[in-house]
């Protein structure tokens, strides 16, 4: 009923004869009310498993497992191409910090599975494992400057790498970076029990309001949560995560299928952290995007401490270092406006408010500014104290030069 909106007749039939339980389902495609034919559409499947699955998980039947292959969401191709781009750009910009020149480059792209072509006028990428079928420009990875990812800009670059790592050395940290980057998160958020409409061994099922007055569940997956003693669990997600939607249609009889989207719904990460929010009235704890960048800038600059000569003296570690240090001045304004924020907040609450719903919800947001405030605030001093141990290096690297330089003009004796 939940597939059809409840205007289709149906029969279910209940076998007992194999070593499972198990339902056949046929219902009459025309509709009882309309006379219109029930249209099987290329969602229709996806929108049907996932009912199938929500009420499997509520009464604790199986679930059948898809396989392997099948299990990453079907985006439309629009959002897959962007995918693709966010994917292929990450990939450049590790392989041209760890590359030394343009033969390099390219076996370090292979062992990464990014198919390069650069037979015609622009230089093209496709991600060899990744059902990209289309190829990707390098003019759309950088609308600043076009021919940034074109092979001959990116030879440039490489050849000013002082470092020699191998093609397998550069293939670990690759993998360890991407498990890295999977663990990563925007938003650290609280669900109660009551916003729950069921549970597997693969994750929860969340009940969500979204459109007018329509209500539905989205799956997440088990690895974004964290159970807690009290029941509740955290919820660890990106603003740009996607969560796929599947809609209550017996509660909105008229809406079946054939009246819906032809393709699966999702809801976004950002949009599902204030509904949750809202939901509950816990307030979520943001964890400030420039941290990410900070780290990917330390494992870089650590990359060439350890790869390389000991020092910061390439082209493109030094970039890294500027980049860094803008990043930080970056860290040190969101800190400033993260304790403006407290300020605020503590002169509104002593103010002698008394509507204890109020106070209640100032203690909350201010609880979660603090939280963010002293994650961003550790990092941001333990990556104060990593770049000057590198610059360190750097100087004492650049001092010992001129020391042995000093005492070889001395050994040479006066020119004459």
């Known amino acids: 009923m939940e597939l059809t909106g409840g205007n289709h007749q149906f029969v279910i039939a209940t076998h007992l004869d194999k070593g499972h339980l198990h339902n056949h389902i046929i219902f009459n495609s025309t509709n009882s009310v309309t006379n219109k034919a029930f249209r099987w559409q290329k969602g229709t499947q996806r929108v049907y498993e996932n009912i199938s699955n929500k009420i499997a998980s509520r009464y604790g039947a199986k679930i059948i497992e898809k396989r392997p292959g099948n299990n990453h969401a079907q985006y439309t191709k629009w959002q897959a191409q962007n995918i693709f781009k966010k994917k292929i750009k990450r990939r450049l910009d590790f392989l041209i910090a760890r590359s030394n020149s343009k033969e390099d480059f390219l076996e370090k792209a292979a062992a990464l599975s990014l198919e390069i072509n650069d037979k015609g006028k622009h230089t093209k990428f496709r991600l060899k494992d990744r059902d990209q079928q289309q190829w990707t420009r390098a003019r759309t990875l950088n609308k600043k400057n076009t021919d940034y990812y074109q092979l001959d800009h990116i030879a440039k670059l490489v050849e000013q790498n002082n470092l020699d790592v191998s093609v397998e050395d550069v293939f670990n940290e690759y993998i360890d970076t991407v498990q890295e980057t999977s663990q990563d998160y925007t938003w650290k958020v609280e669900i109660e029990p009551f916003q729950i409409d069921s549970s597997n061994e693969h994750g929860l099922f969340l009940n969500v309001d979204f459109g007018v007055d329509r209500r539905g ?200």
């Open 217 to 416: 569940q989205v799956f997440v997956p088990g690895r974004y949560l964290d159970p807690l003693e009290n029941g509740n669990y955290l919820f660890f997600l990106k603003d740009d995560d996607f969560f796929e939607l599947t809609e209550n249609r017996t509660e909105r009889p008229e809406a079946s299928f054939n009246s819906q989207s032809k393709t699966p719904r999702y809801m976004k990460g950002k949009t599902l952290v204030r509904q949750l929010s809202s939901q509950n009235g816990k307030q979520p704890v943001r964890k400030e995007p420039v941290l990410n960048t900070i780290n990917d800038y330390l494992r870089a600059l650590d990359f060439y401490a350890s790869h390389g000569d000991g020092t910061l003296q390439s082209g493109q570690a030094k970039q890294i270092d500027q980049k860094l240090t803008e990043s930080l001045e970056e860290a040190k304004s969101k800190l400033f406006e993260l304790d403006q924020k407290i300020v605020d907040l503590k002169q509104e609450m002593a103010k002698g408010l008394t509507n204890p719903r109020i106070v209640e919800g100032y203690k909350r947001e201010l609880d979660a500014i603090m939280e963010s405030r002293d994650l961003l605030n550790t990092q941001y001093e333990q990556a104060v104290q990593n770049l000057d141990y590198y610059r360190g290096i750097e100087s004492k690297f650049h001092n010992d030069n001129q020391e042995q330089n000093k005492k070889a003009a001395q050994q040479r004796g006066p020119s004459l």
